[in-house]
């Protein structure tokens, strides 16, 4: 098979029924025009390329600042971190999380997440009940984060205006 080829299909194919190799073929195509589309929007629009690369830009200092916080902070400071970014697309101060996806999230155990849980309610910089965090206190909470929150918030400030 040559490379971007799409893998046959067997033509024992329920009467009436549209062929997937056709499908495939078709949509393909309807894909290949649409990137071709919006490449020369790219290159009609100066402004439109310029937003989208410093876009491309925040978005990759977003990745390289979660793998240095992932690295090297401690997880009360990794979930002090993700419940403000968290904390930053809601309208108010609740948070409707369970321990489970914030350990999926921040890729620790269960049970971590509900000691660093403990420890931050501890500090009062949050409050958490079934299925919800309430953020009492932001300031200590970007305290306790120690650099490793708003610097992608900072950059796209900068970049994006």
């Not at 420890?119 to 953020?135: D, K, M, P, T």
């Not at 206190?137 to 918030?153: E, F, Q, S």
Request: proline share 3%; glycine share 8%; aromatic share 6%.
């Amino acid at each position: 098979m040559k490379p971007g080829s799409l893998p046959q299909t067997p033509p024992e194919v329920d009467a009436g029924a549209v062929k997937a190799g056709s499908f495939r073929r078709r949509y393909k195509c309807a894909r290949v025009a649409e990137y071709r589309c919006g490449l020369r929007t790219l290159d009609a629009s100066k402004t439109l390329r310029q937003r989208m690369q410093r876009y491309a830009h925040v978005f990759m200092v977003q990745i390289a600042q979660t793998a240095f916080a992932n690295g090297t902070a401690r997880i009360e400071e990794r979930l002090a971190r993700w419940l403000q970014m968290a904390h930053d697309r809601q309208d108010d101060d609740k948070i409707h999380l369970t321990h489970e996806f914030i350990a999926i999230m921040l890729g620790v155990r269960r049970s971590g997440v509900t000691d660093a849980l403990h420890a931050l309610e501890g500090q009062g910089l949050i409050r958490a009940s079934r299925g919800v965090v309430r953020v009492a206190n932001r300031k200590g909470l970007m305290t306790l984060a120690r650099g490793t929150y708003g610097v992608p918030k900072s950059e796209y400030r900068r970049l994006m205006g």
